[in-house]
């Protein structure tokens, strides 16, 4: 339909593929939104930021009564959403603690590759060589940008760290691909993750972290875009499209958000032009364009 709208009030598949790209647009401001946001701790700035994020769908409920009794949800969602919102967080930060960013980060970038990899499980759905080719090609994108901008160096002593990082993309990748078994559950049950995994993290940084709030009024700002967009609707956004949009598609172009955060920190003047970033563009484009291929 030309609206994107189904006849039974769902967005068509082409509308959810597009909200799903939309998260990873969103995703790609999180460099500069954390950079700009001063030096507030990780576990505390996910959860102020979950907290605007859960906020952004509670603020509908008093208007929308049906959009709050679509939390009235089995455990086995709520295990889905939470496991999968703060246990792919509290995965990424504990890597950080333990490995070297950029090997950390590159570990945990498996992720896209592992939804194209899952999806295959999903009913209706079967692997397509172009799809893994082109997920392969987002992933050496990837890894050209990291190298370009580190020497990367897998040390035995950080080993701890990259399991987190592994088992955080298996986390991600997992939630993404199993919420599909779940498209009948309304994406307003994302709020209700966010404000859990916002207690949660609050739990963990009174457990780990020395409280550091935003210094100025930008800090503040930049906190407060977080949790509207990155951390925020780009959560809405990605549940629509992975259950009801192209996932093997989405899983491809997931590699675009490292780079594109790349060139927005270049624009932004935190980070230099690279021939290494060229050459992630190139691949990553490349690689989305091999997935998206119909042999005639």
Request: proline share 5%.
């Amino acid at each position: 339909m030309g609206s994107g709208v189904a006849r039974d009030g769902r967005v068509s598949a082409a509308t959810a593929t597009a909200m799903g790209a939309g998260a990873i647009l969103l995703w790609s401001l999180l460099g500069l939104l954390t950079a700009a946001s001063g030096a507030v701790p990780p576990f505390q700035l996910a959860a102020m930021t979950f907290l605007v994020g859960g906020l952004v769908g509670a603020c509908t409920w008093p208007v929308r009564p049906g959009a709050m009794r679509s939390l009235r949800q089995g455990w086995r969602v709520w295990a889905l959403g939470v496991g999968g919102l703060f246990g792919y967080h509290a995965l990424y930060f504990a890597a950080l603690r333990r490995a070297p960013p950029a090997e950390a980060g590159l570990v945990n970038y498996l992720w896209p590759l592992l939804i194209v990899l899952f999806a295959a499980a999903l009913p209706g759905e079967r692997l397509k060589p172009a799809h893994l080719v082109g997920a392969l090609m987002g992933f050496a994108g990837v890894f050209v940008l990291i190298a370009g901008r580190t020497s990367l160096t897998l040390a035995p002593e950080h080993a701890w760290g990259y399991g987190y990082a592994f088992v955080g993309s298996f986390v991600w990748a997992g939630y993404s691909v199993l919420s599909r078994r779940f498209g009948h559950v309304p994406s307003d049950v994302v709020g209700g993750f966010c404000l859990v995994t916002a207690a949660l993290s609050a739990l963990c940084h009174a457990a780990f972290e020395t409280t550091v709030w935003p210094q100025t009024t930008s800090q503040w700002l930049a906190v407060l875009a977080l949790g509207l967009g990155p951390v925020g609707a780009a959560f809405y956004l990605w549940d629509t499209g992975v259950k009801r949009g192209d996932i093997r598609f989405l899983g491809v172009v997931s590699y675009a958000a490292p780079v594109l955060s790349t060139l927005i920190l270049v624009v932004a003047g935190y980070a230099e032009p690279t021939l290494a970033l060229a050459a992630a563009c190139a691949l990553i484009v490349a690689g989305a364009l091999v997935a998206t291929w119909r042999r005639r």
